[in-house]
């Protein structure tokens, strides 16, 4: 068989390899089951990679990109929460803190950032509730409390919670965000913090209508996403990093990220998008190629530029609940 005879059969042989699996990465294929656009309510899509029954497609209506089909919640919480060796908490075997005082000062840039922005509509001596959905370690609630701020977290890792607990000693409610919603006052947090949480979730809207019931009027809502309308993910979604399956189900762009805020009662004042945590090499990579630049030359205009209209690898978004 040639080269170019086994380059047309290889994708048609892994196809098939798919069809015949039982499981979808460790989640059972009989656990899952075919999902739509939740935002626009239809299953108007172009599929974009294939991996027997499991697909990726886009809503031709909202840009959202997602996986179909998906795991149950039952599914889902055994792979975050077992030890199975294809589970969640075997990919990372340590769980420790490791906050850098590099680190420690992004953060303190992004919360005084965030600050700066709830301020504009409240007095500049207004105590602070701040409330971060996903905590995870807690290197932001640490940070948040150093701030003067009164922080809680929820994150439903255990291990994660332990550390949190023990290191940062703030409060945290180890469950899901719609399981703490109704041990938290409604309308009682300034600002609520989720970074790279939204993509875990089987039901984005649900949650960001929680966070709406316990944001004050006038609070603001802070999401960070995987951008799947970035150019890395344009380029080639299943390499790109933050693909994986079932850890990241959704893939929100700028547009349905703000239908999906407006849906539940918030108004969307800034969008962006910046590097963060993804590796930045395959981007560089990426751009010098498409832009024929020599390897040694400085991208920051580059990056500066493709930020503001959102296609880098990291989206933001400050949304406000109306009143205050």
Known sequence: ??????????????????LLRTNFRG???????PVQCFICGVADVQKIHAEGRLSVVQC?????????????????????????????IASRPEWKWQMTPEWEAQIQHELASLETHWRLHHSPTAPIRFLELGSAYGYVLYVARQRGWDVTGIEPGTAQVEITRKVVGTPVYNCTITEAAPLLSPASYDIIYMSHVLEHTLNPLEVIQTAYQLARPGAILVIYVPNGNGLQARHSFIEWEWSGFPDHLYFFG?????????????????LWSCLGHSKHEPLFSLIRERLHLHPEEALD?????????????DLRVIARKPGG
């Open 1 to 18: 068989m040639n080269a170019y005879s086994s380059s047309i059969l290889k994708p048609i042989k892994n196809y098939l390899k798919g």
């Open 27 to 33: 989640i059972p294929s009989s656990a899952c089951s």
């Open 60 to 88: 031709r209506r909202c840009g959202l990109t997602y996986y179909t089909p998906q795991p149950s919640p039952e599914a889902l919480s055994h792979y975050y929460t077992s030890t199975d060796k294809s589970s969640y």
């Open 254 to 270: 700028p547009n349905s990220l703000q239908m999906m805020l407006t849906q539940a009662g918030f108004i969307p004042e800034r």
């Open 301 to 313: 205009s580059i990056v500066d530029v493709l930020g503001q209209q959102c296609l880098l690898s």
